[in-house]
Nanobody
Framework: QVQLVESGGGLVQTGDSLRLSCVVSGRPLSNYAMGWFRQAPGKGREFVAG????????HYADSVKGRFTISRDNAKNTVVLQMNELKPEDTAVYFC???????????????????WGQGTQVTVSS
């Protein structure tokens, strides 16, 4: 059984940085493309960033491009989302997710990710 566990969330101020981690267990991380999504109060879950298996291809939502960086370490079964220059509108629960399909692109669609973590809260105060 595959499990994803996120950590690293917290309460920060505008302009601060946070580093979210997602540890995958049960199967090798190299089996999956990985994504980060977020869900703000009263809103739907949205794509934030993703990385293909080989780590050479990444994709970001326009709202975080240039501020967030996704990376993966297959040897450590860990995916990291480095978040810089945080804004109040980044406040949300952040989820990591695994996509088992072989795609030529990083998927931004929730239904193409089959495994999900429980989420970690990020709150950015103004």
């Amino acid at each position: 059984q595959v499990q994803l566990v996120e950590s690293g969330g917290g309460l920060v101020q505008t302009g601060d940085s946070l580093r979210l981690s997602c540890v995958v267990s049960g199967r090798p991380l190299s089996n999956y493309a990985m994504g980060w999504f977020r869900q703000a109060p009263g809103k739907g879950r949205e794509f934030v960033a993703g990385v293909r298996r080989n780590a050479n291809t990444t994709h970001y939502a326009d709202s975080v491009k240039g501020r967030f960086t996704i990376s993966r370490d297959n040897a450590k079964n860990t995916v990291v989302l480095q978040m810089n220059e945080l804004k109040p509108e980044d406040t949300a629960v952040y989820f990591c997710a695994a996509d088992i399909a072989y795609r030529s692109y990083v998927s931004v669609f929730l239904n193409e990710y089959i495994y999900w973590g429980q989420g970690t809260q990020v709150t950015v105060s103004s």
